[in-house]
């Protein structure tokens, strides 16, 4: 039975949004099963008494080129929205209306949702940008925005934040291997000798 790699992410996170170019290849080296776990960065940060990693003094300047040059390493295109930070609330329901579903909907609805906001600078913070990023991918949109509000989806955001508090995650990306917390994009290359060595 194949590894299961938990990858953690915020939808307002930019190094989140990298993260998705390389967690399919790293788990698909070590025969690893990815789980992608949206959670809120807001609840963490009330928690550690951070804020947005963009928006603090000198590390915010530094983070905007940072994540451009990686954009680069990675392949992808990358924006400054607009509008920054977004409430992830939404997406994030969007994401776990559909996780249960055994398509990977979910999964690629994530994707699309990133690839809008950070790649292209499309607000992705309300129902109805959701059900148009959804629709774009083929989707039922309206379908999409009833299940975000019925109360269990709800729920089951607010079950998978606490979990996810429990478990120790504060940031995005953040990845859980058997238990194992690896926090950021330059943990690949560390997670990939992990993977490999079963551990040190």
Same mark, same amino acid.
């Given at each position: 039975? %194949?590894? @299961?790699?938990?990858? /953690?992410?915020?939808?307002?996170? %930019? /190094?989140?949004? *990298?993260? @998705?170019?390389?967690?399919?290849? *790293?788990?698909?080296?070590? $025969?690893?099963?990815?789980?992608?776990?949206?959670?809120?960065?807001?609840? =963490?940060?009330?928690?550690?008494?951070?804020?947005?990693?963009?928006?603090? %003094?000198?590390?915010?300047?530094?983070?905007?080129?940072?994540?451009?040059?990686?954009?680069? $390493?990675?392949?992808?295109?990358?924006?400054?929205?607009?509008?920054?930070?977004?409430?992830?609330?939404?997406?994030?329901?969007?994401? /776990?209306?559909?996780?249960?579903?055994?398509?990977?909907? &979910?999964?690629?609805? =994530?994707?699309?949702?990133?690839?809008? /906001?950070?790649?292209?600078?499309?607000? !992705?913070?309300?129902?109805?940008?959701?059900?148009?990023?959804?629709?774009?991918?083929?989707? +039922?949109?309206?379908?999409?925005?009833?299940?975000?509000?019925? %109360?269990?989806?709800?729920?089951?955001?607010?079950?998978?934040? $606490?979990?996810?508090?429990?478990?120790? !995650?504060?940031? &995005?990306?953040?990845?859980? !291997? +058997?238990?194992?917390?690896?926090?950021?994009?330059?943990?690949?290359?560390?997670?990939?000798?992990?993977?490999?060595?079963?551990?040190?």
């Amino acid at each position: 039975m %194949p590894r @299961t790699l938990r990858f /953690y992410f915020d939808f307002s996170s %930019p /190094y989140g949004y *990298l993260a @998705t170019a390389r967690i399919d290849d *790293l788990a698909q080296r070590h $025969d690893c099963k990815v789980d992608w776990r949206a959670h809120l960065l807001g609840v =963490a940060m009330k928690a550690t008494g951070q804020k947005p990693l963009l928006n603090q %003094p000198l590390r915010g300047a530094y983070a905007q080129h940072d994540l451009n040059r990686m954009a680069r $390493d990675f392949g992808l295109p990358l924006v400054q929205p607009d509008v920054f930070p977004i409430h992830s609330v939404a997406a994030s329901r969007a994401f /776990y209306a559909l996780k249960d579903d055994e398509d990977g909907q &979910s999964d690629f609805l =994530a994707r699309q949702l990133f690839h809008a /906001y950070w790649g292209e600078g499309r607000d !992705i913070s309300r129902p109805d940008d959701i059900a148009r990023e959804a629709a774009a991918i083929g989707m +039922d949109g309206e379908a999409l925005i009833q299940r975000m509000a019925l %109360p269990e989806t709800r729920q089951r955001l607010r079950e998978e934040v $606490d979990d996810a508090m429990e478990r120790g !995650i504060f940031g &995005s990306p953040m990845f859980d !291997i +058997d238990g194992e917390l690896f926090w950021g994009c330059d943990k690949f290359d560390q997670m990939d000798r992990w993977l490999a060595a079963g551990g040190w």
